[in-house]
């Protein structure tokens, strides 16, 4: 491991007193003398910063004047503060002069120290020794029981494999230029912790034994579940187990209309007969929530009742719902879960975005694990995390949480649908960043989660200030989608929301809640009490040119122009629509980065409004079709696409395909099994209607299956066969901004879609 850090923080009445300077100075060099790295720092307030950014520190030496005359200062509580709310069982020494100290210790001090040592009642060589002591401790609990089983592993068992993997170690990669440098890119320890199954000392990923095992019961008190299963091929694997764990062929399954296309994979693996909630959509194309009533039992029983197809299985067997919506929307999972449970015994959360949520008083009641799992009552609740999304792990990292409830499944069953998801060569990396993200969220979860909130929160109202600016000048800028006001319900106060108190923002749900008749929000039949909530990480920002009534304007800014030009100055959104553009906070936004974006869209406005040609705008995108926008002012084309969407309107012909369900013709499972067989052909946009899709249809992002596989295309003004017609005349007319549609093959600038041959 790398040398030990030890801060040292003095009291500026200490700084002054050369015969504890001396003393201090001493101990320095005996605790280099014993490898360690030691930062001075000569205040309270200068090493504040370092306290909660500076995660190599692992003991603090605080050498305080504790004279009964003063009281300790408040900077030395806020600095204990900070410290423990970031380390909580890092090493913290008092060093003080006993005679003058033993009068003013406090209750308080003494449980936030680790001891306190009197610094000149023992040699500097014994104290040093104590503190290398406590680090090292300290060092020996820092990893969860995962990563700390391979680090010992790695340490200990120098062994000659005879098994796989074959590069053994790494040293099969150092046999080519090629592996040399994709060794060294990765280092060392990647390769020899990258072992087989062979390697009992770790334990089984797949027989959850062992390390793995103590990992996966880490997780579950962490997270409140009853069981935990660490995932390694994503929460897309996570879904497809839950569902093949506790669906069989022809069980009913409730489906969110808005799921990943994981949960349709998990329909295809099972068979399950899916009859689908439809959640509501905005003028912007922004997903919803379900409502209440469409969460119904009576509701749930009409759409049984008008499913073409036949359900010969359980009736109450599944019902899943993304929680929160891949823009953001939080449901009252409290709520979701009693009206869900009125008609199903197994419920699925997919919290794919949303596994931070536990550790806020933020979102309370708004995610699956709640409170504590001994108390759950009702219905059996899974609910999936995505680890690597928002939370620190590699990607493909993933949980599966489980809470028995009603129709309680066995850890036998659970992991016989695991097992069909799993490999059984896992990559330990994978495996070892899950374990440290489950311990990141133990020690610092609150503290982590404010701070990205507090970021989100200080960007929203960066933008909303400036929009302010912006209109008292008569001139347009980008608007953030959050309520415009909120109100402090302690004080009675109504604020706008840029000069709203930030600690309200941060801290009250309310300020949150999507409330009936806003127009901001622009969902239409919301309930009265609270139903769901914006999660103020999942950030939204609104290129103008759309009314509130959901009609385009005279005047706006495509969105595509603005990804373009932020993606080429190395900023990437997680989603752009017509006038949406969407940014995620997780927890490794470095504070203050969201500046770089401000900046950024500030440039784009003076290109736009000085006209600027787009091959000085936007070179790359120029140099795929110079012919097209080699004298074209990046404001002219913006006009130009800005007309093309008010004319052909692929906004509301998308959010009409949302809205309008096709008729099922048969389970995805049935025509998945027609495409094994071949017969499937390739149809194009002007000839689907009437016609099955072999495949789901997903316009990207967010991913969400547009057309599902079995279903039937109808008419030839169907808004399914509308919108691909409208995404062909936009990638005709504006090269370099095409879209991405998953089960679509473009041929010759022609849409066409897998159909089943009938």
Known sequence: ????????????????????????????????????????????????????????????????????????????????????????????????????????????????????????????????????????????????????????????????????????????????????????????????????????????????????????????????????????????????????AVLSEGDLAICDRNCHKSIEQGLINTGAVPIYMKPTRNRYGIIGPILPQEMSHGAINRKIADCPLKISGNHRAYAVVTNCTYDGLCYNAAKAEKLLAESCDRLHFDEAWYAYARFNRLYENHYAMRGNPDDHRGATVFATHSTHKLLAALSQASFIHMRNGKSPVSFEQLNQGYMLNASTSPLYAICGSNDVAVKMMADNGPALTRQVIEEAVDFRQAMAKLQQEFARKNSWFFQVWNPQEVTDHESGKTYSFASAPPELLIKDQRCWQLRPNETWHGFENLPEKSWVMLDPIKVSILAPGMGDDGDILDSGVPAALVSNFIYNAGIVPTRTTDFQLMFLFSIGITRGKWVTLLNALLRFKKHYDNNDPVSEVLPETAALAPERYGKTGIRDLGEEMFEHLKTFRPDARLNDAFETLPKQAMTPRQAYMLSVKGKTELIPVEKLAGRVAANAVIPYPPGIPMVMSGERFGHGENPHIAYLHSLETWDKQFPGFEHVTEGATVIDGVYHVPCIIE
């Open 1 to 244: 491991m790398n040398r030990k850090k030890i801060m040292i923080v003095e009291d500026p009445a200490v700084s002054e007193s050369e015969v504890m300077s001396y003393a201090l100075d001493n101990l320095c060099n005996f605790l280099k003398e014993d490898e360690c790295t030691v930062v001075r720092t000569a205040s309270y307030s200068e090493a504040m910063p370092l306290a909660s950014t500076d995660m190599d520190i692992c003991a603090v030496l605080m050498a305080v004047d504790l004279s009964p005359e003063l009281p300790p200062p408040p900077e030395m509580k806020l600095l204990i503060k900070l410290i423990r709310q970031w380390q909580a069982e890092i090493p913290l020494f008092m060093l003080a002069d006993r005679e003058n100290a033993t009068h003013n210790i406090s209750i308080e001090l003494m449980s936030n120290s680790t001891e306190f040592i009197w610094i000149f009642e023992d040699s500097p060589a014994f104290i040093a020794g104590r503190i290398s002591a406590a680090v090292a401790r300290y060092r020996s609990k820092l990893m969860p029981p995962l990563m700390q089983a391979i680090l010992d592993y790695n340490e200990h068992n120098h062994e000659y494999s005879w098994a796989a993997p074959g590069h053994q170690g790494g040293r099969g990669f150092t046999k080519s230029p090629a592996g040399k440098s994709f060794y060294d890119f990765y280092g060392e320890n990647l390769f020899r912790t990258d072992t087989g199954i062979e390697r009992s000392s770790i334990g089984s990923l797949l027989d959850h034994t062992g390390a793995f095992g103590e990992s996966e019961k880490l997780a579950a008190k962490v997270f409140g579940s009853h069981i935990a299963f660490s995932g390694i091929v994503g929460t897309s694997g996570s879904n497809r187990s839950i569902m093949q």
